[in-house]
């Protein structure tokens, strides 16, 4: 299990950079241009494939990843770091090898990005399912008391 | 395949060019579409004026709206339009289009 998140910059760097000061200074030069956006020069989260959402009692996270087969995921959830990983089976890239392809824009290498979710979850109760390309991952919430906090009634 | 039930896309729907593969075969073009997220109820595939298009609501979302996945197609007068064949399976739809008559290599034997 990668215990650090992958770093989202497309760049592949694998240290905490600091582009604030940078980032602050290109949109005042560019702010004038309707339709700037910033994450657009500086990478911000647009390449992500994990689209996580927190919903009252879990952790939803989606993962579009069409023409798989459920073997070929591999799931891991480590305190709070979840991690996909997409393996081919060995199927899929058989039948690919022999074809005359005019175009060929699909991708079926192996994939893995780990992301920390932004609350506190049950792993051991994680559930997945694969359907119609989209591999759905529900994440059970931790109540905030077995987290630590312990809530004091002042009397 | 072209089915004339109504076929809406939501006003909000956020338009995204899936990936294709164009595959060759001895019987003709086989196209794979990816559209995760959508299945057989949410695809619409037709044909007008030698143009095939493909549009496909999913069940992801994106900036609060879901995603329409899009793409066209410009068909040469050598494909069969009647005999196009589509199916979907996890997020791939596969059209196949089979040669014309015309475009059928007949081999002739010399006597």
Avoid: W
């Avoid at chain 2, 068909?75 to 040669?99: E, F, N, R, W, Y």
């Amino acid at each position: 299990m990668n215990m650090l998140a992958r770093n989202r910059n497309p760049r592949g760097l694998n240290f905490e950079l600091s582009t604030q000061p940078l980032e602050e200074m290109v949109k005042s030069m560019f702010s004038c241009f309707p339709g700037f956006r910033s994450d657009l020069v500086f990478g911000g989260q647009i390449d992500t494939k994990l689209d996580v959402s927190v919903k009252d009692k879990y952790v939803e996270v989606k993962f579009p990843c069409p023409g798989r087969c459920k073997e070929d995921f591999e799931i891991e959830v480590v305190g709070d770091f979840l991690t996909v990983r997409v393996v081919d089976c060995g199927k899929h890239k058989a039948c690919c090898d022999d074809k005359r392809y005019v175009i060929r824009e699909r991708v079926c290498e192996s994939y893995e990005e780990s992301v920390k979710l932004p609350v506190p979850v049950k792993g051991a109760e994680t559930r997945a399912k694969y359907e119609h390309g989209v591999l759905e991952i529900a994440i059970p919430r931790m109540s905030e008391g077995k987290n630590g906090t312990h809530v004091v009634k002042v009397s | 395949m072209e089915d004339k039930k109504c076929f809406s896309v939501p006003e909000n729907a956020v338009e995204v060019r899936p990936a294709v593969d164009v595959i060759e075969e001895d019987c003709g073009v086989k196209i794979m579409f990816e559209v995760p997220g959508a299945n057989s109820g949410s695809i619409d595939v037709s044909v007008e004026d030698g143009v095939l298009t493909m549009r496909a609501v999913s069940s992801l979302t994106r900036n609060g709206g879901p995603i329409c996945y899009y793409r066209a197609f410009q068909l040469s007068d050598m494909v069969d339009v009647s005999g196009i064949q589509a199916k979907t399976q996890d997020g791939v739809l596969t059209l196949c289009l089979p040669k014309s008559e015309r475009a059928t290599v007949h081999k002739i034997k010399v006597e």
